[in-house]
C-alpha cells in the first residue's frame, strides 16, 4: 500500500491510476502525481506501465512462438513444443471455423490476438499489491501491471481491428463496393441513403469500440473486486481471492478468445461478397 | 484512466507483434505442421497398403499350404497304391514260381517214374526168362519166347 495507512478510497484510487508521463502544463515532462495531473496532461501523454507491461507480455509470446517457430519438426512433438502447438492448432481452428476469406494475415493475427490478450490478462493472477509494492520500494509511485485493464490498450487493439477491416473491405470492393455497402444496406433505395448510412457507420463504429470496451470491461472489473477483496483483513482474504483467481482462470482465457474470435469474424465479413 | 497516447502506442506494439507473428512465426509452424500432417497421411496409406499385403501374403501362404498337402497326401497315396502293388505282384510272381516248380517236380518225378518203370520192364523180361529157362532147364526155342515175354512186358 502506498503512503502511510492510506484510507479505503486512497488505497482504490492509488491501485486504478496508471503511471502517466507526459506534458504537464506545470511541471513540464514528468510523471503525473495523482489522476489529476494526469488529467491535466491530455491526450499527449503515455501510460509506462500499460505500455511496458503489454510490450512485455507480447515480447514473452513472440519468445515463446519464435521457440516453437525455430525447434518445430514435423516429427514427434515433445514437451513445451506439444503445449505451444496446442495453441497454435486452437487459434487455427478459429480461423477455419470463422473465417472465410483467404489472407496470410489473419491466421497470426489471431494468434498473436489470442496469446497476448491471454498473458496481458494473466497477469492479474499475481498478488495485486506485489508490483506495486516492489515498484514503490524502487520509487516508482503508480504501476498497473495488468493492460487490459486500461481502456488506451484495449481500446488500440479494437482500433487497429478497425483499420484493419477498413483497409480489407477497400482493398477486397473497392472504394466504391465498400461505400455502396454502406450506402445500400440494410434498405436499397436511394431516399434511404443518408439513413442507411448513419446506420452502417454505426455499426463500423461500434465493433471496435465494443470490441475494446469488452475487455476493458471484464478486466477492470475483476480488478476492482481483486482491489476491494483485498481491503479485508489479511487472514480473510484468500477466503474471496482464492475463488475469485479461479473464476478467472475462465474470464482470462474466455474474454481472449472472444476477443480473437469477434476480430476474425469482423475481418472475414471484408472478404465476403455481397 | 483517460484516453492518451498510449492508444497509438499499443496500436503501434500491436502492428508490430502481428508482423513478426506473420513473418517469423507462423509460416514455419504451419509448414512443419502441414508436413507432419502429409507424414502421418503417407504413414497411414503405408499401414494400410501393409496390411493388404500381409493379407496377401497370408492368402497365398495357405493357399501353398493346401498346396503341398494335398501334394503330400497324393504322393502317400500314390506310393501306398505303387506298394500294394509291388507286394501283389511279388505274390503273385512266387505263386508263378512255386507253381512252377511244383509241375517241374511232378514231370521229373513221372519221368523217372517212367524210366524206373522201362528198367525195370527190362529186367523183368530178361528175369523171366532167366526164370523161364532155370525152369524149364530145356531148350526153349530162345527166340520164339524172347518174343512172347516181351509182349508180356510190354503189358505191365
Known sequence: ?274 | MNINMTLIGQMIAFAIFVWFCMKYVWPPITQALTERQQRIQDGLEEADRARAELHKANEQAEETLRESREEAARILDNTRARANQMIEEARNDARAEGERMIANARSEIDSEIQQAKSELRAQVATLAIQGAERILESSIDEKKHREMVDRLAEEL
Open chain 1, 1 to 274: 500500500m502506498a503512503g502511510n495507512a492510506p484510507t479505503s478510497t486512497e488505497y482504490i484510487t492509488h491501485h486504478l491510476q496508471n503511471l502517466t508521463f507526459g506534458l504537464h502544463p506545470d511541471n513540464g515532462w514528468s510523471f503525473a502525481h495523482g489522476a489529476e495531473e494526469a488529467r491535466e496532461m491530455g491526450f499527449w501523454a503515455i501510460n509506462v506501465d500499460t505500455m511496458g507491461w503489454s510490450i512485455a507480455t507480447g515480447l514473452l509470446f513472440l519468445w515463446l512462438f519464435r521457440y516453437l517457430a525455430k525447434t518445430v519438426t514435423s516429427g514427434v512433438p515433445t514437451g513445451l513444443q506439444n503445449a505451444l502447438e496446442m495453441v497454435f492448432e486452437f487459434s487455427n481452428g478459429i480461423i477455419r471455423t470463422s473465417f472465410s476469406g483467404h489472407s496470410k494475415m489473419v491466421g497470426p493475427l489471431a494468434l498473436t490476438l489470442f496469446c497476448w490478450i491471454f498473458f496481458m490478462n494473466s497477469l492479474k493472477w499475481l498478488p495485486i499489491d506485489l508490483v506495486p509494492q516492489i515498484a514503490h520500494k524502487l520509487g516508482i509511485e503508480y504501476m498497473r501491471i495488468v493492460p487490459t485493464s486500461d481502456p488506451n490498450a484495449t481500446l488500440g487493439m479494437g482500433f487497429a481491428i478497425f483499420l484493419l477491416v477498413i483497409y480489407y473491405s477497400i482493398r477486397n470492393k473497392g472504394f466504391s463496393g465498400f461505400a455502396k455497402e454502406l450506402s445500400f444496406r440494410p434498405f436499397n433505395h436511394w431516399a434511404l441513403i443518408p439513413f442507411n448510412l448513419i446506420l452502417e457507420l454505426v455499426v463500423l463504429i461500434v465493433k471496435p469500440i465494443s470490441l475494446g470496451l469488452r475487455l476493458f470491461g471484464n478486466m477492470f472489473a475483476g480488478e476492482v473486486i481483486f482491489i476491494m477483496i483485498s481491503l479485508l483483513p489479511f487472514w480473510a482474504i484468500w477466503v474471496l481471492d482464492v475463488p475469485w483467481a479461479i473464476f478467472h482462470i475462465l474470464v482470462i482465457t474466455l474474454q481472449a478468445f472472444i476477443f480473437a474470435v469477434l476480430s476474425v469474424v469482423y475481418l472475414s465479413a471484408c472478404f465476403e461478397e455481397h
